[in-house]
């Protein structure tokens, strides 16, 4: 319905699915300072859950665009993307399929910055080196390929640290692409959150990018 312009009203379109994920997400952010179990980085600010994420656990490229599209429209702040775009964890611009989805979540992005709100996204989990000479077939070039949305222009993109503050060992990382880096925990010592009924621990850089969207939801 997001291209049309009509609501879907099927539950599949709204329904809680069974991940985790956004709700950690979510606790990472905003977890109420009750002295029960974990508090977010900005407790209490208020928080909206739109749902791009299927029950497949992908993220398509419409609905990545809808979704910040119509959270710029309903005057966010801030969104948060813990997800990359499917069908590819890493975008390869050369192809003109690619190319067009690359296309289409920049002009979300554009549009979503126009009206004042700040996008933040994690850097995916690949390890990969996302450096836009990498992709230019410069020496010791990485991937070929971009994260989307964390690898769009003036969207905050973010890698992930354990304890030790050194790069986890999953993170992607690029110059020119990451912003900033914030805790996403390694094995064993994971980031511990919300999930529905209590509470887990979780590692990624989509634990990294709540921790950046917290501390700029206290500034905002």
């Given at each position: 319905?997001?291209?049309?312009?009509?609501?879907?009203?099927?539950?599949?379109?709204?329904?809680?699915?069974?991940?985790?994920?956004?709700?950690?997400?979510?606790?990472?952010?905003?977890?109420?300072?009750?002295?029960?179990?974990?508090?977010?980085?900005?407790?209490?600010?208020?928080?909206a859950?739109?749902?791009?994420?299927?029950?497949?656990?992908?993220?398509?490229?419409?609905?990545?665009?809808?979704?910040?599209?119509?959270?710029?429209?309903?005057?966010?702040r801030?969104?948060?993307?813990?997800?990359?775009?499917?069908?590819?964890?890493?975008?390869?611009?050369?192809?003109?399929d690619?190319?067009?989805?690359?296309?289409?979540?920049?002009?979300?992005v554009e549009?979503?910055?126009?009206?004042?709100?700040?996008n933040?996204a994690?850097?995916?989990?690949?390890?990969?080196?996302?450096?836009p000479?990498?992709?230019?077939?410069?020496?010791?070039?990485?991937?070929?390929?971009?994260?989307?949305?964390?690898?769009?222009?003036?969207?905050?993109?973010?890698?992930?640290?354990?304890?030790?503050?050194?790069?986890?060992?999953?993170?992607?990382?690029?110059?020119?692409?990451?912003?900033?880096?914030?805790?996403?925990?390694?094995?064993?010592?994971?980031?511990?959150?919300?999930?529905?009924?209590?509470?887990?621990?979780?590692?990624?850089?989509?634990?990294?990018?709540?921790?950046?969207?917290?501390?700029?939801a206290?500034?905002?």
């Open positions: 319905g997001c291209l049309t312009g009509a609501p879907d009203r099927a539950p599949a379109a709204w329904a809680p699915t069974t991940s985790v994920h956004g709700t950690h997400v979510a606790g990472i952010i905003a977890a109420a300072d009750d002295g029960r179990g974990v508090t977010g980085v900005a407790p209490g600010v208020r928080v859950s739109v749902k791009v994420i299927d029950d497949r656990g992908y993220a398509d490229p419409e609905a990545a665009v809808c979704g910040l599209m119509w959270a710029a429209s309903r005057h966010m801030l969104t948060n993307s813990s997800f990359f775009v499917n069908p590819w964890t890493l975008s390869c611009i050369r192809g003109n690619r190319g067009v989805v690359h296309e289409a979540l920049a002009r979300a549009y979503s910055t126009s009206a004042g709100t700040l933040v994690a850097a995916t989990n690949e390890a990969v080196d996302l450096t000479s990498a992709r230019s077939g410069s020496p010791g070039a990485g991937s070929g390929c971009e994260a989307l949305p964390a690898g769009l222009r003036d969207v905050v993109a973010v890698s992930a640290v354990g304890s030790d503050r050194v790069k986890a060992g999953y993170s992607s990382y690029g110059l020119g692409v990451i912003d900033v880096t914030a805790p996403g925990g390694e094995m064993g010592e994971c980031v511990l959150s919300t999930v529905p009924g209590g509470y887990a621990p979780l590692c990624g850089t989509s634990m990294a990018a709540p921790h950046v969207t917290g501390v700029l206290l500034l905002a």
